[in-house]
């Protein structure tokens, strides 16, 4: 029995149009995904990288990373020159706010053939600024690719030509052959000795710090050490072609060394008994030194007033003056001392103006001629009676003589 169905044939367009909307919403739904996927839904800062390279495995796109947790994606690389290269980082702006400005940049690979990522690392003293939209921050490190190394290993395959190659390693062969200890102790030998230079660094980096003024000052004395050398030229040719008289020379000087010789052997004990009995005077002129140059110079500039007073002129020229009589002799006062001690001292010398007398000075020697108690004229004084009594021989009573002196 035929089944009759409950709902109507739906014409074929409209089948065909629900297909195409159900097609369209599959492609709209990844598409959205993909965009949200890339980040296409959410702002990104961007963040400028300059690197000396970039290097053979980095391309736009690749990854950028924050403790291991991807934040961001390389958006566009340039190259600045020879050198450098300009990675612009298009990084959500709320995990580019928890990045330090002085965080360190690496571009590393996580496997040897693998594309790079650009990786931020916490340095370890944390700026407390932060990165914002627009930072340009300098790369830290770039590893470097293992593809990088085979093109580098290829240009020097490229130019060393093989049949030289074999020929050299077979020869480095035939040397080291049966020579492992001895190679074995030359690299300890001079792993120690790169010890002792490591452990030298500091000196050593002083010492090159230092050589650059001294070569710069050889540099500066140049012409004259090349003078000095031709002069020593000079010299050493003079030498030459006056041998005979500088042999001569060293044949007297041997004849005046043996001579010497005699001389101080037959005499040295009267030379030790001279520089013994000389120690006490030295002793005393070196105690005294510092004056003896006053001295000197005192009398050297005597001289030459006394030339210009004197020389060349005729006649005699004198100055009178009247000085204080000294204080006759006195008993036991005046009895003679060695005891004068004292100085060095220059007493005004060298110089000594013309209206200043030359100063006098008093030891404890019993004599005083400028004692205080003679700087004055005394009339009748008892010295006169021994004046007389020097003069004459004659005893004279001081008393008496005062008397006559008052009639």
Known sequence: MPTISDHPQRPGWVRKLAAVGLVAAVAGAASLALVAYTGGLHAAATVTVISQRAGLVMDPGARVKLRGVTIGKVGSIRLL????????????????????????????????????????EDPPSPSPARLTDGSVVRASNVTVELNSVFQRLTA????????????????????????GAALGTALDRADQTLRQLNSAGPALEHDLAALAPVTATYADVAPNLMHTAANATALGRTVIEQSKNLDLLLLNTVGLANT???????????????????????????????????????????????????????GVKMSFGLLMGAQSYRYPQDLP?????????????????????AKYL?????????????????????????????????????????ARAGK
């Open 81 to 120: 020159g020879d050198d450098e290269a300009e990675l612009v980082l298009r990084v959500d702006p709320a995990a580019l706010g928890t990045i330090a400005s002085n965080a360190r940049v690496d571009i590393a690979s996580p496997t040897v053939f693998g594309a790079k990522d650009v990786e931020f």
């Open 156 to 179: 020097v395959l490229d130019t060393v030509e093989p049949h030289k190659l074999d020929a050299t390693l077979s020869a480095i062969a035939t040397t080291l052959t049966g020579r």
């Open 260 to 314: 010497g010789r005699d001389l101080l052997g037959d005499n040295s004990a009267g030379l030790t008994t001279v520089l013994d009995v000389l120690r006490p005077t030295t002793g005393l002129l070196a105690e005294y030194s510092p004056g003896i140059p006053c001295l000197f110079k005192g009398l050297d500039a005597s001289s030459r007033i006394g030339h210009d007073a004197y020389s060349a002129q005729p």
């Open 337 to 357: 001392k060695v005891a004068a001690t004292g100085g060095p001292h220059c007493m005004g010398l060298p110089d000594i103006s013309a209206d200043q007398h």
């Open 362 to 402: 008093v030891t404890d020697t019993g004599v005083n001629p400028l004692a205080p108690d003679n700087q004055g004229p005394k009339a009748n004084a008892p010295s006169a009676a021994d004046l007389m009594s020097y003069l004459f021989g004659v005893p004279v009573d001081p008393a008496a003589l005062r």
